[in-house]
């Protein structure tokens, strides 16, 4: 039995292989390296002692998905990750994110349904809620208009699972809504690489912080928050991998309740902007050069995750704390840059 990792070289997917691995599962990777390097698979054998089969394609290839499908007949586990993530570029090109993040996920979709079924299990995003009502922020809080077609696709990637799942009693899908993930492997051999400037903030803050960057622009100090800045739910990409392992299990050993889920998955814990510098500040021993500027377009407030389902339903719970999630980042920016 093997599990397909799409997109399994990214950030998020390379830590779920590891964690995968670790818990006995022959994973495939396949990753057309458009956001990532073939050496990750070396960070992930330095880990686990074994690198996963890796097929190097472009997912928005049908021909190529079918053939692979044909090859790989014993995959019945499938994460998909691979996807593109960038919000600001998803405004400037939306036609590349509805055909890569929507057009591939129909086509592995068509795969599984051909298969007869499978368990599924899809990267979708906080983002979905948008500028939530309440919070902390359950599943069964509307999903909000999005702000972005990047948002879209997660939204509507959601909604053509549902609809699959809905007509395919032996399809089980489970979408994981992430919050904020941040940090490295605790190695320091894998976390997130480091290509072009970076979007997000932990990322900017480390840069920023080992001389790359000249100075962190943190965007708004005039939100209604404890500080004025805004709030996010910070989880370690570990605690994060090792859910999308407890999700599959859920899906293989059939304790699923119905046959597509949805699982929030963050810490429960909300930390403004400011409060991620003075952490970062805390376990780096670096002071951080910083400026407030405007509010960033499109940002919400505040968002962190009623995590009680994904405890309670999932037994998955985040360990890790903001100190131990940015020290981890902190200790792979310096790993990267040596
Ligand atoms: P990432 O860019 O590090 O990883 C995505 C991987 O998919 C990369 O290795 C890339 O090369 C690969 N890929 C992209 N398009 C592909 C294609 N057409 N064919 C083959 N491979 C392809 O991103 P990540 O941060 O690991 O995110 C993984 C998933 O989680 C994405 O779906 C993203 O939308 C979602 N997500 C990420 C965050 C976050 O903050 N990082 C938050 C919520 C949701
Ligand atoms: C966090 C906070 C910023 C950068 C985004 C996507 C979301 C998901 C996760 C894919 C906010 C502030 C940031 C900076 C700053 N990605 N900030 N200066 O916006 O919550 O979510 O990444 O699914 O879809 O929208 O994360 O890290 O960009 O911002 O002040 O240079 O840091 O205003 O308050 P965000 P972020």
Known sequence: MKVLVTGGLGFIGSHTVVELQNEGFEVVV?????????????????????????????LRDKQKIQDFFKKYDDVTGVIHFAASKAVGESVENPL??????????????????????????????????????????TEDAPVKPAESPYGNTKQVGEEIIRDTCKVNSDLKAIALRYFNPIGAHPSGKIGELPLGVP??????????????????????????????????????VVDLAKAHVKALQRLLDDKNESNYEVFNLGTGKGSSVLEVIQSFERVSGEKLNYKIVDRRAGDVIAAYADTQKANEVLGWKAKSTLDEALKSAWEWEKNVRA
């Not at 073939?38 to 890796?54: H, N, R, S």
């Open 30 to 58: 396949v990753d057309n390296l458009s956001n990532s390097s073939k050496d990750v698979l070396k960070g992930i054998e330095a880990i686990t002692g074994k690198q996963p089969i890796f097929e190097e394609f472009d």
């Open 96 to 137: 590349l994110y509805y055909e890569n993040n929507i057009g591939v996920l129909t086509y592995i979709l068509q795969q599984l349904e051909k298969k007869g079924g499978a368990s599924f299990i899809f990267s979708s995003s906080c983002t979905v809620y948008g500028q939530a009502d309440a919070l902390p922020i």
């Open 199 to 236: 979007q997000n903030l932990v990322p900017f803050v480390t840069q920023t912080a080992i001389g790359l960057r000249e100075q962190l622009l943190v965007f708004g100090n005039d939100y209604p928050t404890v500080d004025g800045t805004g709030i996010r739910d910070y989880i370690h």
